[in-house]
């Protein structure tokens, strides 16, 4: 008698430790589905592989193109940029041929990877522009210097101007030869890898949008970077239009 009655008095706790258990456990019904990750389509080539020659490729060359950095009057962080020069084929690799500074036009997207192979060496200061429309976007840009290093930035534009407040320096990074470059925008959030390292990862893009991916190379004390840019391609995603 003494042993059923144990029985029951256990079934009875047991019961009563379900019923605590789901009342303690909140629904998860209504809690939002994790985020799918992003599958890229296929890379579209800009310069290299199929693409041959500058006429044949879908970059477009800026020659009326204007911003200004957050420090305008710095003579070697990006200042004020007018574009009144021109590209072309040297060699083999797409650089400056003419003016002070000159900017290209690579492609619009708002999610997108992009892959280039640069020459980054040489004193003087180059940018990249992306979700740009309307004067308001994100930039990097880096500058070599004969004392200091090579700093790179991120800032975000506004009018065409960079906003002092966001402008930082995120790594330090002398490129030495022929490198892959790669940046990548998902979900508002920047990567920038250059050959293997990553200078700067996951980086959030408050208020960006799609919009134009545009490069360039600016005027210092030193003229502008020698860039030299043997590769381009581009990729979206897979739903993107």
Known sequence: MQNLFCRQRLIQLLLLLAVFQSAGTPSRAD????????????????????????????????????ITGAFPKDSYLLNE??????????????????????????????DFELELGINAEGHGGWFMLFGFQNGHGYGIYNVNLKTSGSP?????????????TTDREFARYICRGNESLTVRVVDSHFTLQIARRVLIENEELPAYSE???????????????????????????????
């Open 211 to 241: 919009g134009d991916i545009i490069l360039g190379v600016y005027d210092t004390n030193y003229g502008p970077k020698p860039l030299k840019i043997y590769g381009a391609r581009l990729r979206t995603p897979l739903n993107a239009p």
């Open 81 to 110: 940029v007018v574009c009144d020069g021109e590209w072309g084929m040297v060699k083999g690799a797409l650089q400056q041929t003419s003016g002070r500074s000159a900017a290209l036009h690579l492609g619009t997207a708002q």
């Open 31 to 66: 809690d939002p589905a994790p985020a799918a990750p992003v599958k890229f389509g296929p890379w579209k080539y800009l310069l290299g592989g199929p693409v041959k020659s500058l006429q044949k490729s879908p970059i477009k060359l800026l020659d009326q193109f204007e």
């Open 152 to 164: 790179w930035h991120i800032s975000e534009f506004r009018g065409n101007a960079g906003i002092e």
